[in-house]
């Protein structure tokens, strides 16, 4: 690179300019999933068949509010059956992952990778 005499500045002619990246475009994640409470859901029915409800419970730290909220949620999606059934007299609730929630499942996490991907500059 030659130094133009009279500033003492690069000669922007002569100068190489690296072509500028176009940033890829990043797939948009389920927002339906990707709330807390949902992914913790949809990840543990992965994870087991079936889950009764104070199982789901239990494992996610939830009230009893939250999660039926965030349940149904994902029951109207379509992402998860609830079979509702008694055990003597005792109401027992049990949540269990559709084939349409696996498959959204897996398409959050591939979206997902391919952020983190991004982010890592791969």
């Known amino acids: 690179m030659k130094l133009n005499q009279k500033t ?4 922007r002619e002569l100068r190489r300019i690296a ?5 890829r ?3 948009e994640l389920d927002r339906l999933i990707h709330e ?4 913790g859901i949809v990840s543990a029915l992965a994870a087991n068949e079936t889950l009764a409800f104070n199982e789901l419970k239990s494992l996610l730290r939830s009230t009893d509010g939250n999660l039926s909220v965030h349940a149904r ?4 999606a379509g992402y998860v059956v609830c079979t509702k ?3 003597g007299r005792m109401p027992k609730t049990a949540y269990r992952l559709t084939a349409e929630g696996r498959r959204a ?3 959050y996490l591939g979206h997902l990778e ?5 982010a890592r500059g791969r």
Do not use: I, W, Y
């Open 73 to 76: 949620k994902l029951e109207d």
């Open 85 to 87: 059934s008694f055990e």
């Open 25 to 27: 475009a990043l797939p």
């Open 36 to 39: 807390r409470m949902r992914l």
């Open 114 to 118: 391919a952020v983190l991907q991004h």
């Open 8 to 11: 003492g500045t690069r000669n």
């Open 105 to 107: 499942l897996e398409r």
């Open 19 to 23: 072509p500028k990246r176009v940033p």
